[in-house]
């Protein structure tokens, strides 16, 4: 699907047709959905996948030997190099699956966290986060007394890199924001914010 213009610009009603729910009206007029924090709308494709697996397919994965079982692992596991190569992981072992962003910014806390941090190391998230990406780090901080420190956003929901760049010091072990605001709708730079935790030796 292309997703862009003949001029270059981002295609929104193009992308719109892709999901089935967003055709819908309410109250005489068209969808707009913007809680995908919470819960996201699925595409056509997805909608498709689904349906084929629970129709034709459905069984335990990683439980049984017969065929289903078998033929759906496959598939399963099939996924993980297709997401080590979206997000340029160096193998696909370094996937993990989970259900939702939730279970694995709490998986995270409780492993990484758990073992890695100490009274008195930083975390750095941003004021724009979701719950999911605040309450697991504050249950840290009451837990193990780690400081989890805030970077501002400013008027225009923009992150403000230079108190984020402030907030990284020698103390910080972690950074844990995110990159679109479900609530604004603005992006955080990532690639600066990495870039920068990054110089000063932070994962």
Not at 41 to 64: C, F, W
Request: proline share 4%; hydrophobic share 40%.
């Amino acid at each position: 699907m292309a997703c862009y213009n003949a001029d270059g610009g981002f295609d929104v009603g193009r992308v719109r047709q892709d999901f089935p729910i967003l055709g819908c009206q309410i109250h005489g007029k068209p969808l707009v959905y913007f809680d995908s924090g919470a819960s996201a709308q699925k595409p056509r494709s997805v909608i498709d996948a689904m349906t084929e697996v629970l129709e034709d397919q459905y069984t335990n994965v990683h439980r049984g030997a017969h065929y289903l079982s078998q033929t759906l692992t496959d598939r399963y596991e099939g996924v993980r190099g297709t997401i080590a190569r979206l997000l340029n992981a160096p193998h696909e072992d370094n996937v993990v699956i989970t259900r939702n962003t939730t279970e694995s910014i709490n998986l995270v806390a409780a492993t990484y966290g758990r073992t890695n941090l100490r009274a008195g190391d930083g975390i750095v998230i941003s004021a724009m986060e979701h719950h999911a990406n605040i309450v697991p780090w504050q249950l840290l901080r009451d837990e193990l007394g780690i400081d989890l420190k805030v970077a501002p956003i400013d008027d225009r929901g923009v992150l403000d890199l230079d108190v984020y760049s402030m907030l990284l010091d020698q103390g910080t072990k972690l950074v844990a924001m995110t990159h679109c605001s479900n609530v604004l709708g603005s992006f955080t730079p990532a690639k600066d914010i990495v870039r920068l935790a990054h110089e000063r030796g932070i994962p």
